[in-house]
């Protein structure tokens, strides 16, 4: 997870590196149950002496696989490929399951940072991270980001640093 080693340049280390917050999972996870379920009494109330028995059955495991495949297996790819990792030097967003898309944001660039949580994130201690750069995207609005107080203080902590010319309040 987060930048290789490799990618990093000189001087520069990683201080935080993660995923979306879980909360994310929470809906392909209960779709995963109900399509266990679902597929589980069809197959129980499919009757074994009908004459398409095996069609039916057979139609009930594609329809399964392609729920299951929609609804929690890609969900969950989507989590587990999105990363978000801060250096001393800048904040690195990668996603994408087949192919890859990352975002550098140099921290000495950055103009501001602010976050919004709902009562719902601040009991799971999440939320929405907002950063302003002085590049061409601008405004760069990041949802479910885990411990976002704390993500949300090192951030503005390195960005004055970069500001500053410092490297790790040095």
Same mark, same amino acid.
């Given at each position: 997870?987060?930048?290789?080693?490799?990618?990093?340049?000189?001087?520069?280390?990683?201080?935080?590196?993660?995923?979306?917050?879980?909360?994310?999972?929470?809906?392909?996870?209960?779709?995963?149950?109900?399509?266990?379920?679902?597929?589980?009494?069809?197959? &129980?109330? =499919?009757?074994? @002496?009908?004459?398409?028995?095996?069609?039916?059955?057979?139609?009930? $495991?594609? /329809?399964?696989? #392609?729920?299951?495949?929609?609804?929690?297996?890609?969900?969950?790819?989507?989590?587990?490929?999105?990363?978000?990792?801060?250096?001393?030097?800048? &904040?690195? =967003?990668?996603? @994408?399951?087949?192919?890859?898309?990352?975002?550098?944001?140099?921290? $000495?660039? /950055?103009?501001? #940072?602010?976050?919004?949580?709902?009562?719902?994130?601040?009991l799971l201690g999440c939320g929405t991270l907002v950063v302003e750069s002085a590049s061409d995207r601008g405004e760069i609005v990041l949802k479910d980001i885990p411990k976002i107080q704390s993500v949300r203080a090192e951030l503005f902590r390195l960005v004055e640093d970069a500001s500053d010319g410092e490297v790790d309040?040095?």
């Amino acid at each position: 997870m987060g930048l290789p080693e490799h990618l990093l340049t000189t001087g520069e280390r990683v201080v935080a590196s993660f995923h979306p917050h879980w909360k994310r999972l929470v809906l392909p996870f209960f779709a995963l149950l109900i399509v266990v379920a679902a597929s589980s009494a069809a197959f &129980f109330f =499919i009757p074994s @002496g009908y004459e398409y028995a095996g069609v039916a059955w057979l139609a009930v $495991a594609v /329809v399964s696989v #392609v729920a299951l495949t929609l609804w929690s297996f890609i969900p969950y790819l989507r989590w587990k490929t999105t990363s978000y990792t801060l250096t001393t030097h800048r &904040f690195n =967003i990668s996603t @994408g399951i087949l192919s890859k898309s990352e975002d550098d944001i140099p921290l $000495a660039k /950055v103009n501001s #940072v602010s976050s919004d949580q709902s009562i719902v994130e601040r009991l799971l201690g999440c939320g929405t991270l907002v950063v302003e750069s002085a590049s061409d995207r601008g405004e760069i609005v990041l949802k479910d980001i885990p411990k976002i107080q704390s993500v949300r203080a090192e951030l503005f902590r390195l960005v004055e640093d970069a500001s500053d010319g410092e490297v790790d309040g040095r």
